[in-house]
């Protein structure tokens, strides 16, 4: 499957949002500046070509880049209405659907992937998430699809993560002591960020999830890599945003938030807000002519 200040989002606390409004962060500016033109131009086209699957496959990851969920399901639908082959590997509709909050339509899209490919435990993550926002950790556990061949790392160990039987340090652990090259730990790690972030946060952990998701959209490999791995980047720079939630915007960027599980209150600096951070993000940012897709890749896996 899949395969610098970060734009802080303003989101309805009491509501799934259809859309995420960017409140600030010039370090993402180009990259916003990027896809806005980018949808803007395929507007244009689609109103010429409204049955080009391309078209709205480019402009759906367009939408959902800009937090525009309803609209880039509202696409990938509309994909699947114009060529049904491929329904069952629209992977990307499924966590557009999630972040819509429509959590038994993503876990069914999940459920069709399974038939597709039997091996890919992301997708079996995917469906946990779905699951456990419609139903609890319980069912979700109880349901994790079962996988009996082997899947690209670090995969394995994340999902044992998820199903239970493993803490986080040791996925980490695991791929630190690895006998492999730096670009693939690179790799491993920012897939074990990613996921861990987001397994924290289904849990109502926000700040270890806000740790582990800076990791994962700070990894030098994910926004170079190929259309899969740079499109889950775009999920974890999303969630991290959406996981600001800010109650009292600050003028200087800074936001303070009540959370349920990290105490009454905090400061928290958004997306480690200082010079250095910014400018090593502002540096791996991708550009967004590189995140064309055709409708094929909705099948890309990396």
């Not at 993503?106 to 926002?133: M, P, T």
């Not at 999830?209 to 499109?231: C, F």
Request: net charge neutral; charged share 30%.
């Amino acid at each position: 499957m899949h395969s610098g200040r970060i734009a802080l989002l303003i989101v309805c606390a009491c509501a799934v949002p259809s859309r995420v409004t960017t409140l600030c962060g010039d370090e993402t500016s180009d990259l916003l500046r990027d896809i806005r033109q980018q949808r803007s131009d395929l507007d244009d086209r689609i109103a010429q070509q409204p049955d080009d699957a391309d078209l709205l496959s480019a402009r759906g990851d367009a939408l959902f880049f800009l937090g525009e969920f309803q609209a880039a399901a509202h696409d990938y639908d509309r994909m699947v209405q114009l060529n049904p082959a491929l329904d069952a590997s629209h992977w990307r509709r499924g966590i557009a659907w999630f972040y819509r909050g429509e959590y038994e339509k993503a876990a069914r899209q999940f459920e069709r992937y399974h038939s597709f490919d039997d091996v890919d435990r992301e997708n079996g993550i995917w469906r946990y998430l779905c699951q456990f926002k419609a139903d609890g950790a319980e069912k979700a556990r109880a349901g994790l699809l079962k996988y009996e061949k082997d899947d690209r790392e670090p995969f394995p160990d994340v999902y044992r993560l998820f199903a239970g039987e493993i803490p986080p340090e040791q996925v980490l652990k695991r791929i630190e002591t690895a006998a492999i090259d730096k670009p693939q730990r690179e790799k491993r790690l920012f897939y074990a960020h990613l996921y861990i972030g987001l397994w924290h946060t289904v849990h109502d952990r926000p700040r270890q999830a806000r740790g582990h998701l800076e990791k994962s959209v700070d990894n030098t490999w994910a926004p170079s890599a190929g259309y899969g791995p740079r499109y889950m980047w775009h999920v974890g720079r999303l969630q991290l945003q959406l996981l600001a939630q800010p109650d009292t915007p600050i003028p200087n960027g800074v936001t303070q938030r009540p959370t349920k599980s990290d105490g009454p209150r905090e400061t928290q600096t958004g997306d480690a807000l200082t010079a250095e951070n910014a400018e090593k993000r502002r540096e791996k940012i991708p550009r967004q002519d590189s995140l064309r897709p055709s409708a094929s890749s909705a099948v890309i896996r990396s």
